[in-house]
């Protein structure tokens, strides 16, 4: 699916994702600087680029600079609403940050979007889960703790948010660990 916008045309987007995936290489090689120099440049030519903006998201994260990031990736997911990528570091940034509320949003978004990375849906819906049940099990176990009657919702979400990742990658290495530690058991089919 190729979106068109009217920063760009032609050449100058197609430099601009060229830089974009020069930043991406440059910030797994270990020279964020470099990464995030390519990546600028990369929106100077399309102030669309997804790449670009992804790019400099992550490295504001990198650098504990959420706000930045989180400015960053709600220009990508406006301009680019169906890639899923944004959602997963959003929902780390909001995570970080204490809200739960929004970093389960952005995961639930990362599920609904079309687009995913990394070649398989069903993995980045996994871990989407997965990270949806990691919000939830601190939760219940400290209403369960203090006794509450929270715990119940609680456990629900999570075991929903587990479940479903277990459905959709049974091999999940965090989500098996995270079931156990919560006082679930897997058992072998």
């Not at 929106?43 to 992550?58: H, I, M, R, V």
């Not at 978004?109 to 099990?137: M, T, V």
């Not at 290495?173 to 995270?178: D, N």
Request: proline share 6%; net charge positive; with cysteine.
């Amino acid at each position: 699916m190729q979106v068109c916008t009217p920063y760009a045309k032609g050449t100058a987007r197609l430099l601009a994702a060229e830089l974009a995936w020069l930043a991406a290489i440059g910030r797994r090689a270990g020279a964020p600087d470099k990464s995030k120099a390519l990546a600028a440049l990369a929106l100077k030519l399309d102030p669309a680029c997804f790449g670009a903006l992804f790019q400099l998201a992550q490295a504001a994260a990198d650098e504990k600079k959420p706000d930045d990031a989180l400015r960053l990736i709600g220009q990508a997911t406006t301009l680019w609403p169906g890639y899923a990528a944004p959602h997963l570091l959003e929902g780390e940034l909001q995570t970080q940050k204490g809200s739960r509320a929004r970093a389960e949003q952005a995961y639930r978004a990362g599920i609904a979007a079309k687009l995913k990375p990394y070649g398989s849906e069903a993995g980045f819906n996994a871990e989407c889960y997965y990270r949806i049940a990691d919000l939830y099990a601190p939760l219940a176990q400290a209403a369960l703790k203090a006794g509450s009657a929270a715990a119940v919702g609680y456990y629900k979400k999570f075991n929903a948010a587990i479940l479903e990742c277990l459905k959709l990658n049974p091999g999940h290495p965090k989500a098996a660990e995270l079931l156990k530690k919560m006082g679930g058991s897997i058992t072998p089919r």
